[in-house]
Each structure stands twice: as structure tokens, then as C-alpha cells.
């Protein structure tokens, strides 16, 4: 089986790249993030403590997550519901960042991540791929994006959704979320040695797709 790992902080557009570049290959694409934003959400309508290791406990063991591939899209199941709409709000992502901080949440998730791997060829995006899930993927990138050009996607993107987002708000939590991510004490978001950077604040979305594609075709011939 093949591996592909993109690493690199919110809204860089790994997601969008990954979709398209596993729609071009017959790749199976996994958001690793969704898990995560699950997590985060059903932690949010319980109302856990996330400082509590027994409440964090509880969460996870009665938290059944699921990937399922609907006409070649990834769709979430938490506890046997849809939550794929649900997870992308800003405040989800925010809760989504707290719970990966968490050890047990990693480790609860690390199989399942994996597993999908084995059996399937596999386009993974999320922060630590390339350096903890799948240290022995095939191709490594890590995609970023300078901060404000990342906050205007994603306001772009929720206002697309009919969603009343602040820019303001949204890059201030997209600079939180890195420092959270890059700065937490296991699997911190940062670039696999081996890993190809790229940055794609200069480019149009589409531009940075097809980079990545030809990118990754190159090192897979």
C-alpha cells in the first residue's frame, strides 16, 4: 500500500489538495482532523472537563467514531450520527485543537488512523502524520500558509456556507490554534525531516493543487 502524509496548521488547504489529488489517483483520502473536531464536538455538548483525566475518560469510552466513504467522500459518524457539517465551525476547531493536546485522545485515535493505511492506499492529512501516525509514509509534504492569507480562506469559505464569521475573530483564533499546535507536548504540529515544504500564500487555491498532484506523481513514478 501506498502512503501519502500532508502535514501543515489550519486552513493551509491540505484538505481541499488531499481530496482532489485522491480523486485524481483512486486514493482513499482521510481527514484526521474530522476525528479530532468529533472528538471535540461531542466534548462540547457533554460538557467535559477536558482538565479532568476521569471525564476525558469517560468521553472516550463512549465515543464510537467511524469513516465512511460516500461517493468518494469522507463522511464522520459519531455515535452513529452525521456530524460532518457539524464539526466545521470555529468553535469546534478551537475544541478540536484542546482535545489534541490531550494524550489519551491521541492515542485513542492512533489506531484507527493507522488501520486505514493497511488495507487501503491512502492520501492522510492533519498535523502529525508525517512524523507520529505514519512516520514510514512514501511521500511527506508539509503545506502551509502565512496566517492572514489562511484567515481569508476560511472566512471566505464559511461566508460561502451562510455562516456570520468575523475576519478579525477567525485569524485570531487560526494564530491561537498554531501556537497551541506547535507549542503542545506530544506530537507537536512540525515538518517531517524528510518531508517537501511548500507554501502556497502567493498562489491560488487551484495553482497550490495542482503543484501538490505533479508533486506527488513525480515521486511516485
Same mark, same amino acid.
Given at each position: ?66 469513516? /465512511?466513504?460516500? *461517493?468518494?467522500?469522507? +463522511? ?8 460532518? %457539517?457539524? !464539526?466545521?465551525t ?64 476560511r ?7 451562510g ?13 491561537? /490554534?498554531?501556537? *497551541?499546535?506547535?507549542? +503542545?507536548a ?7 525531516? %524528510?518531508? !517537501? ?11 497550490s ?13
Open positions: 500500500m501506498i502512503a501519502i502524509a500532508i502535514d501543515g496548521p489550519a486552513g493551509a488547504g491540505k484538505s481541499t489538495i488531499a481530496k482532489t489529488a485522491a480523486r485524481e489517483l483512486g486514493y482513499i483520502y482521510v481527514d484526521t482532523g474530522a476525528l479530532y473536531r468529533s472528538i471535540g464536538l461531542n466534548a462540547k455538548n457533554v460538557g467535559t472537563n477536558l482538565q479532568n483525566d476521569s471525564q476525558v475518560r469517560m468521553l472516550l469510552n463512549s465515543t464510537k467514531l467511524e469513516l /465512511r466513504f460516500i *461517493n468518494n467522500e469522507q +463522511r464522520v459518524l459519531l455515535n452513529g450520527n452525521d456530524v460532518s %457539517d457539524d !464539526i466545521r470555529p468553535e469546534v476547531s478551537m475544541m478540536a485543537s484542546k482535545v489534541s493536546a490531550i494524550p489519551a485522545v491521541r492515542a485513542f485515535l492512533l489506531d484507527l488512523q493507522r488501520n486505514m493505511a493497511v488495507t487501503n492506499n491512502v492520501i492522510m492529512d492533519g498535523r502529525d502524520i508525517g512524523t507520529v501516525v505514519l512516520p514510514k509514509a512514501q511521500i511527506k509534504i508539509f503545506l502551509t500558509a502565512s496566517p492572514e492569507c489562511r484567515a481569508t480562506r472566512y471566505d469559505e464559511l461566508k460561502e456556507k455562516m456570520d464569521v468575523n475576519y478579525s475573530s477567525i485569524l485570531e483564533d487560526i494564530q491561537t /490554534r498554531d501556537y *497551541n499546535d506547535s507549542h +503542545r506530544i506530537a507537536p504540529l512540525k515538518p517531517a525531516p %524528510d518531508s !517537501i515544504l511548500v507554501d502556497t500564500s502567493d498562489e491560488a487555491l487551484e495553482t493543487v495542482g503543484r501538490l498532484i505533479s508533486i506527488i506523481k513525480e515521486r511516485l513514478v
